[in-house]
Structure formats: structure tokens, C-alpha cells
């Protein structure tokens, strides 16, 4: 939850940080994606010209997709009211991304060196954000959506 703290200023707590720290860096992604598709397509650390053949437009539309769940996990981080509703959206896009990369790379669509490079930006982030909603929906008192 967002601490008040003097002079007005909100400080967060674990999952705050937890949640603002990867919203910046989906934002960052996002808004790469929406800017420079073609550099980000080609210098992204992760190999993204094995997944297919280059599309602008293709590359915009998910860029949409991060930014609209960077928004939700930075307004996660500082809104404890719709903090879980937020994070299990977040939480539900990055484990879909996830389990089309898993698809992909079993499926020998990707060689399995994207086991490597698909940690740290796709799998990490969403095992963090399954963790995290699971945490926060056990802490509701009562049943999830009452």
C-alpha cells in the first residue's frame, strides 16, 4: 500500500516498488515500440527477428498492449483500492506473453536459446506479477470481487 508520509509525499511499499519498478520498464519498452519499431525490432537484446518477418504495424499494435499495462502497474503501484484488479490484468497479459513464448520455443518455432533470452523480459516479469496478484488475493478479506 502507498504510505502517507509529511510534506504530503506517498511512499510505497514492497509491492508499490515491485509494481512501479516493472510499469517504468514496461512503459520504456512500450513507448520504444511506439517510436522506433524498427531499431527496437532489431536491438532489443532478445533476438526479436527470430519470431518472424519485420511489421511496423504489428510491432505499434503490442506496443499499445505495453503501454496500456505499464499505466496499470504504475497506477498499482501508488492506488492500494484497485491495486489488485490492476495487477491481475498486468499479471494476465505478461503470463499470456509468456506462455506464447513457451509455445513457441517447445514447439521449435524458437531455438532454445530464447529460454535465456526470454527470461529476464518476458518470463521474470510474469511469474513476479502471478506471485504478486496471488499475494494480494489472498489478502481480501472474503471472497475475490465482494
Known sequence: MAVQRSGGFRG???????????GVGTL??????LAGPMHWYTDLPAAVPDTGPFNPHFVRD???????????LLWA?????????????????L????????YDTVR???SHDHWWLDLPGV???AL???WATAHLARQQPGPVGS
Open 28 to 33: 520504456a519498452n512500450a513507448l520504444w515500440m
Open 108 to 110: 521449435g518455432a524458437l
Open 77 to 93: 503501484a501508488w492506488s492500494e483500492r484497485y491495486r489488485l484488479p490492476l495487477a491481475a490484468v498486468a499479471a494476465l497479459f
Open 12 to 22: 510505497l511499499d514492497g509491492l508499490g516498488w515491485l509494481f512501479a519498478i516493472l
Open 123 to 125: 518470463y521474470l516479469p
Open 62 to 72: 503490442i506496443g499499445c498492449a505495453f503501454l496500456t499495462v505499464g499505466a496499470a
Open 128 to 130: 513476479l506479477m502471478i
Open 95 to 102: 503470463a499470456a506473453h509468456a506462455l506464447l513464448h513457451i
